[in-house]
């Protein structure tokens, strides 16, 4: 299985959609060659604009330019973007809902060794509380490339949560996505695993493993945290009657949090989420971390052992 | 429109800001009463606007960073033909356009919302980017507050707009030396608050923020200056116009009760009679 970096199809989809769109223009705060839109930086140089480490200034400028009709990609690190530029994202941008895209790398654990002050697992909860926001967490580069261009045609604030580490492509470029439309990847009758980025690859893993202990698990990728797909999940909970919840983020506020607003209004159902279990990270590689903190397919095996 | 027109206009203003805290029993009169004659010349002597057409893509643009000023800018928008005189009286009151901080998609000519201190200067920044991307000429006006440069995203937004050589813009630095606990210089000192700005790359200019002629004189002169953004430091009286709400820091964000109103208002019109 190839495997490619979110961040890098991020990139690469700007250099694309540069060249379609004038209109397009990207501001980053000093971490272009991190989140990749020094391509665009390159190809463009008069549409893109370093703001220097000012995430604030960064996500307001951006939102200038979005009332004189420019699509604005801003880029920084996802603890950066959604923290240090939380009043802005929200006064700024999502009040008058302007057609601003934050596209945020290096979030979550596998940002790795530069710790816990640099791995957001708190953004998609503080970007989904926010009103007329639009939250995409890609699972994979095909699907990255696919809602990076959906969100470019959008009109309206979205935040796209992207990753450092290369990842396994889960999908063939012929896969068609809609934003706010999960994806059932693996049919099953006995549990739901319902996960959002890179624990999407994760879960189809877990779901292999079970299968061979008999076991048939559905595999539900949720790439739109908001607005979520109430009908898919409330579907597959009918399908199977429990619902293990992965994503790489704090347990509270995220996906987990997301799937059980979804079903106790609906369809209550048994769920357990795996995540972040309410602490911060700490430094290592990524795949040491996602040990660690439990972010594995045998830890969803494990969880799925326990419902049955 | 000659300088006692426009002396005319900014009574009016204030006449409406009083009218418009009365009648929400809440608002903030002394920073819009402070800021009225600079609203006066922007709307009736500089900016190029289109009531009939607010959101014309070639316009000059306002952005009201000290977003609690919204009686001096819904007064002025009124005057202008924006919004119907009558519906001022809604300011503040539930389903009225004319939120207590000012919002672009309620309110015809409100070009950028605003009201968390320190966050309009750099979508002004982002207008006037856009302004030289698409080769407009029109310019970009951000009313700071002092206050407000207290906030750290000014000073980030300061370092952009130089760094970016944004000459379509121009700051206005309503001057008026007190805030809500009190006096800045008490609060948290911001000068010497002109050295700042022109350190950070910015061509300044000061003047009596009450003296017509002067902010004509200024604005003129900013539309000169090229290569740099300009600011001009505009010395205010915090309530000006109303004699007992002059540098009084308790009428920050506080409404006349109903004899207040009448005296202020019976103040202003004198003021209107003298003006002739």
């Known amino acids: ?308 | 429109m000659d300088t006692k027109e426009l002396e005319r206009i900014a009574n009016q203003i204030r006449i409406d800001i009083i009218e418009m805290t009365y009648e929400a029993q809440s608002g903030h009169p002394g920073g819009s009463l402070s800021a009225a004659d600079i609203l006066t010349v922007l709307y009736f002597k500089e900016m190029n606007v289109d009531p009939d057409n607010p959101r014309w893509e070639d316009r000059d643009r306002l952005v009201m960073s000290k977003g609690h000023a919204t009686p001096v800018w819904y007064a002025a928008l009124a005057e202008k033909g924006f919004i119907p005189r009558e519906e001022i009286k809604t300011f503040r009151k539930i389903n009225s356009r004319l939120q207590g901080h000012p919002n672009m998609n309620d309110t015809p000519g409100v070009d950028m919302t605003t009201g968390s201190l320190g966050q309009g200067l750099s979508t002004a920044n982002g207008m006037a980017i856009a302004g030289k991307l698409n080769n407009k000429d029109y310019r970009v006006y951000a009313v700071l507050g002092d206050g407000e440069c207290q906030e750290g995203q000014i000073w980030e937004a300061a370092m952009s707009a130089a760094h970016y050589k944004l000459d379509n813009l121009t700051a206005i630095l309503d001057h008026n030396g007190l805030q809500i606990d009190g006096p800045n210089k008490d609060i948290m000192n911001i000068e010497p608050i002109e050295d700042k700005w022109r350190a950070f790359g910015w061509h300044t200019i000061r003047i009596d923020g009450h003296n017509i002629e002067q902010i004509i004189d200024a604005i003129e002169e900013a539309k000169t200056i090229k290569g740099k953004p300009t600011i001009i430091i505009a010395d205010t009286i915090k309530g000006k116009g109303v004699s007992f709400m002059e540098n009084q820091v308790g009428w920050h964000g506080t409404a006349p009760n109903k004899e207040q109103m009448e005296k202020a208002i019976a103040e202003l019109k004198e003021r209107g009679e003298r003006i002739g």
């Open chain 1, 1 to 308: 299985m190839d495997k490619i970096a979110t961040r890098d199809a991020y990139g690469k989809t700007l250099l694309e959609l540069g060249s379609q769109n004038k209109d397009i223009v990207v501001l980053d705060a000093d971490l272009s060659k991190s989140t990749k839109t020094n391509e665009f930086a390159k190809a463009y140089p008069d549409r893109f604009f370093d703001m220097g480490i000012s995430e604030q200034d960064m996500i307001g400028t951006a939102a200038g330019l979005a009332t004189c009709g420019k699509i604005p990609f801003a880029s920084s690190f996802a603890v950066f973007a959604t923290g240090r530029a939380y009043d802005q994202v929200r006064d700024s941008i999502c009040y008058p809902n302007l057609n601003v895209k934050i596209a945020a790398t290096h979030a979550g654990l596998t940002v790795g060794e530069d710790g816990a002050t640099h791995q957001a697992l708190e953004d998609i909860s503080l970007m989904r509380g926010l009103p007329n926001m639009t939250v995409i967490v890609p699972a994979d580069a095909t699907s990255a490339t696919k809602l990076i261009k959906l969100a470019a045609e959008y009109k309206g604030p979205v935040y796209i949560r992207l990753g450092r580490p290369s990842v396994p492509v889960i999908y063939q470029d012929t896969q068609e996505f809609q934003i706010g439309k999960g994806i059932r990847l693996k049919e099953g009758r006995d549990i739901s695993i319902i996960a959002t980025g890179i624990m999407v690859s994760k879960a189809i893993e877990a779901a292999d493993m079970l299968q061979k202990e008999g076991i048939t698990a559905e595999v539900i990728d949720i790439h739109t945290i908001k607005p979520i797909d109430k009908e898919l999940i409330i579907d597959t909970a009918r399908r199977t009657g429990r619902v293990i919840t992965c994503e790489e983020h704090n347990i509270y506020g995220g996906l987990g949090s997301a799937v059980c607003e979804v079903l106790s209004e609906n369809y209550p159902a048994r769920v357990k989420r795996i995540g972040v279990k309410d602490t911060f990270g700490e430094s290592g590689t990524p795949d040491e971390l996602l040990k660690k903190y439990g972010l594995t397919s045998e830890e969803i095996v494990k969880a799925a052992r326990e419902m049955l």
